[in-house]
T-cell receptor
Framework: NAGVMQNPRHLVRRRGQEARLRCSPM?????VYWYRQLPEEGLKFMVY????????ESGMPKERFSAEFPKEGPSILRIQQVVRGDSAAYFC????????????????FGEGSRLTVL | AQSVTQLDSQVPVFEEAPVELRCNYS??????LFWYVQYPNQGLQLLLK??????LVKGINGFEAEFNKSQTSFHLRKPSVHISDTAEYFC????????FGTGTKLQVIP
């Protein structure tokens, strides 16, 4: 399966612990996006990354949340000192590099990581 | 800010009946519009997209959507739904930083 891979699919943490969510983009994709989906709500943009570079993090909470996409390995969304309000599904998507023939990259989504904070 | 609005949170429809899921977007010079489908406990899958050109866009699973600039709408339609179409549908817009609507749950009744 060459699709977007996210793990873990389910993660349970107690308040104050750290959560790390990983995302491997589709083969050939160098752009990664993280979205958060709260119950009964749509997806909210969090951050857009390329390899070793954060392009847009305007949707990331100012504290406790961070994201990286290293040269080697998956993209990681890290949530420190989790609180109950962080419980949500976190989706990763990837896209190809926009080009003249394909100026808009279709987003390919993983199946999500569902975080539950006790 | 660029936005999309899905007014209907739930749409029940009988099997083999037609369906329309509504989406309106805030006006902008250039608009890239998408419809995604999400089945329970899964990620989102692209149904169709409008980038430019023909205003009637055909997608997978028999869905189509029409880009209407004057009404700033991009409604999703299917002439005859199947039980397997039961899912949540999201309208979205944007380029790289994609903005999603709040979703419409389509419930197909046997």
């Amino acid at each position: 399966n060459a699709g977007v891979m996210q793990n873990p699919r389910h993660l349970v943490r107690r308040r104050g612990q750290e959560a790390r969510l990983r995302c491997s983009p589709m083969k050939g994709h160098s752009h990664v996006y993280w979205y958060r989906q709260l119950p009964e709500e749509g997806l909210k943009f969090m951050v857009y990354l390329q390899k070793e570079n954060i392009i847009d993090e305007s949707g990331m909470p100012k504290e406790r949340f961070s994201a990286e996409f290293p040269k080697e390995g998956p993209s990681i969304l890290r949530i420190q000192q989790v609180v109950r309000g962080d419980s949500a599904a976190y989706f990763c998507a990837s896209s190809h590099i926009p080009s003249r023939t394909q100026p808009v990259g279709e987003l390919f989504f993983g199946e999500g990581s569902r975080l539950t904070v006790l | 800010a660029q936005s999309v609005t899905q007014l209907d949170s739930q749409v029940p429809v009988f099997e083999e009946a037609p369906v329309e899921l509504r989406c309106n977007y805030s006006s902008s010079v250039s608009v890239y519009l998408f419809w995604y489908v999400q089945y329970p406990n899964q990620g989102l899958q692209l149904l169709l997209k409008y980038l430019s050109g023909s205003t009637l866009v055909k997608g997978i699973n028999g869905f189509e959507a029409e880009f209407n600039k004057s009404q700033t709408s991009f409604h999703l339609r299917k002439p005859s739904v199947h039980i397997s179409d039961t899912a949540e549908y999201f309208c979205a817009r944007g380029y790289q930083k994609v903005t999603f609507g709040t979703g419409t749950k389509l419930q197909v009744i046997p």
